[in-house]
């Protein structure tokens, strides 16, 4: 009987060790994976710039190598929204605004806020399909910064297009004329002098396409246009500038004020980048 008792209590206290062990490992494995977890997961945020990140500041302390990009990504976009400097003479400048149906519509918005509005959202959609977007302003910095400054540098940070997003306006002493022009416009450099012209024919037309093909983000079907005067459009990438809308007409500064017409525009945007793109790893 005893012996029995005495086997039973030492097989209850290997059990109870074996038990101990067992919880030991198991907090000890719980403890192991918060904190492998924990690493992984801000890896990524350490590494990767959030749609907001701007290198502004980059001209006086560039990014250590460290500091690049390390995760492997589809792609560096860049994406500048118009306007939102001090121009030399100190004023801000905001774009088009006072005078039109948007400032009015908007409750006082300028064109430098809606395209800054829309290239977040164009930063949000492309973040979530796998591209890293740096931008030219972050909308709370007003230091001046000219044309040349912004595409040089994007391509100083390795991007591999470069998107200019603006709002147009049509100034004329006819109001009904005024009125009359709308409808989004893309603009390329077909004389690209380091000889990315085909491309920027190319990326504007695809940006054209997905707008065209989303119903309400256009008044109009978008009109194309060649220029080679705009610098942003002197990339040594693929670079394209689009004029979203015209702020002086009043239907599309009805839709410019709405989130849904911001966002629809900004989709649109996104998924042209990534047709380009896509498009030219497969050619
Ligand atoms: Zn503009």
Redesign the pocket.
Known sequence: MSTSINTQDKKRSESSVFYLLISFLLVFSTLLLFFTSGLLSSAPAALQYSPSTTLHNSTTTPPSETEKPQLECRGIIFIDP??GFRNINGTLDR??GHNTYFYRYSGGMF?YQL?MIISRKIAEVLEARGFTVLMTRDGGMDTMMSRSQRIAMAYNAGSILFLSV???AFAHSNPAVARSAQGARIYFNRNNPHGFGEQNYLFSRYLAAAIDRTPGASTRQVSLFNNRNFTELQASMPSSLI?VLFLTNPQDAAKAATPAWQYLMARSLAYGIEYFVESRLSS
Do not use: K, L, M, T
């Open positions: 118009g306007h774009g088009a064109e395209v603006h709002a147009n004029e």
